[in-house]
């Protein structure tokens, strides 16, 4: 079973990824650790992608493209991927397409993790950890028990990466550039969406139980 997972940044696409390549032993296709591994061992593809980063540019469809070829070649993972962060435009959706046929797979699920804009924005203008154990709360969704202060009762606000406006932006752009693909799924009919709004057990349980279907 290969399985794409659609959602924008801060959505917890990651954290159910994680999930889900444990319970279905799955291999998590990630363009960005692909593109982060290729660097570290230096080959002649890792160094063409530092010299596009260096130049500011985003690493081409081209490239990307080498990278998912790669790992769909390799037979160990065949059938067995979670496509995380990939397709991102609808360019890469046709050329994952022409892959799959290449080396005899299908897309099985593309899920997505519908979430809107103000519930990313309230998971990170929210989050606060406490100082001493570094847990995470967040005073919308997941706040500290009244009763109990945590550690110390210190608590530190928001981290100093999660800036609104750069989620905003982000945001946008994933939107405006996976809309098409999303369709593209939809008309193959292997589109489900889940509620991104809900529980990480919540989305866990629903994603679980629309991939058993599948399974079965
Ligand atoms: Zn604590």
């Known amino acids: 079973m290969n399985i794409i997972i659609f959602g924008p940044p801060g959505a917890g696409k990651g954290t159910q990824s994680d999930f889900i390549v444990k319970k279905f032993k799955l291999f998590q296709l990630s363009t960005g650790n692909l593109l982060r591994d290729e ?22 469809d081209k490239i990307v493209g080498k990278l ?3 790992f769909l070649s390799n037979t160990n993972y065949k059938n067995k991927i979670i496509f995380d962060g990939y397709p991102r435009n609808l360019s890469q959706a046709n ?8 080396y005899e797979q299908k897309i099985d699920l593309a899920l997505n993790l519908k979430t809107d804009i103000e519930i990313i924005k309230k998971r990170i203008t929210g989050r606060y950890s406490c100082n001493k154990c570094g847990k ?8 500290h028990p009244k009763n109990n202060n945590c550690c110390s009762g210190e ?11 750069v989620a905003i932006k982000r945001f946008n752009t994933y939107t ?15 589109y489900k969406e889940i509620n991104g709004e809900s529980s990480i057990d919540q ?14």
């Open 155 to 165: 608590f530190l606000n928001k981290r100093g990466d999660d800036n609104i406006d």
């Open 203 to 216: 989305i866990y349980k629903e994603i679980s139980d629309i991939i058993a279907v599948i399974e079965a």
């Open 176 to 190: 405006k550039e996976t809309s098409p693909v999303l369709d593209f799924y939809k008309k193959k009919k292997l």
């Open 95 to 102: 050329d994952l397409d022409k892959l799959l046929i290449k």
């Open 136 to 143: 995470i709360y967040n005073k919308f969704f997941n706040p």
């Open 68 to 70: 998912v070829e790669n």
């Open 39 to 60: 660097i570290k061992k230096k080959t002649q593809l890792g160094l063409e992608i530092n010299k596009e980063i260096n130049s500011g540019n985003l690493v081409s």
